[in-house]
């Protein structure tokens, strides 16, 4: 399997632009978690979905920041309009069965810059 | 207020040497996990863990539920173990993911 794929490995945009990043799971994990890393904040959840339905996106920031996973194959984690705090790299991973028996496997990360 | 503490937060080693990391957490957990961030960005699962113990190779991973404690420990340490290890547990009462910041080894030859 090739594991998590995320799209783009880097983004470099202007304040105000629209920003989607993308992520493909592993073939048959029913969990998908969105990540953001930061320098002063470290790791953060920012959303989950089980079954393609999002379960829990209390981690999200605020409204510029929306998930969706329209299949079992497919995710994006939309920013619109990006403001240069939003800068960090994202994180994609996908589970198996459940966050209770399943091990995490991450994407190699989106990295974000917002000028 | 941090969920989860580790310690150190930097550690430099000895080729060889023995190194232990510790977490504590101070919430109730459903499972803790173990991740390793190599220079360059990638995260790694190394082990989830509800209880006891667990064994891959070198890395050894243990955890104490009534303490809130669990530890990671490598034996024989190698200049490719030098990364960030980071503990992250989830929530047995919500839906929440902690994460520590991470403990940034490095190995030298």
């Known amino acids: 399997d090739a594991g998590v794929i995320q799209s783009p490995r880097h983004e470099v945009t202007e304040m105000g632009q629209e920003v989607t990043l993308r992520c493909k799971p592993i073939?048959?994990?029913?969990?998908l978690f969105w990540y953001r890393q930061t320098m002063m904040r470290g790791l953060e959840l920012l959303i989950y979905?089980?079954?393609?339905?999002?379960?829990?996106d209390s981690g999200m920031p605020e409204d510029r920041f929306s998930a969706k996973m329209p299949n079992a194959s497919f995710s994006t984690l939309k920013i619109q309009p990006s403001e240069p705090r939003d800068s960090a790299v994202y994180f994609c991973a996908s589970s198996r069965r459940g966050v209770f028996t399943g091990e995490l496997f991450f994407g190699e990360g989106s990295r974000l810059t917002v000028l | 207020k941090n969920e989860v503490e580790q310690s150190p937060q930097n550690l430099t080693a000895q080729e060889g040497e023995f190194i232990t990391i510790n977490c504590s957490y101070s919430?109730?957990?459903?499972?803790l996990h173990w991740l390793q961030q190599h220079p360059g960005g990638g995260i790694v699962s190394l082990f989830m863990l509800s209880s006891g113990k667990k064994k891959h190779g070198r890395l050894i991973a243990t955890i104490n539920i009534q303490e809130k404690h669990s530890s990671l420990h490598i034996t024989a340490s190698h200049p490719r173990d030098s990364a960030v290890y980071i503990c992250a547990v989830r929530s047995n009462t919500g839906n929440q993911f902690y994460f520590g910041t991470g403990t940034s080894l490095t190995v030298i030859p």
């Open positions: 919430v109730g957990i459903s499972a």
């Open positions: 979905f089980n079954n393609n339905v999002p379960i829990d």
């Open positions: 073939s048959g994990h029913d969990y």
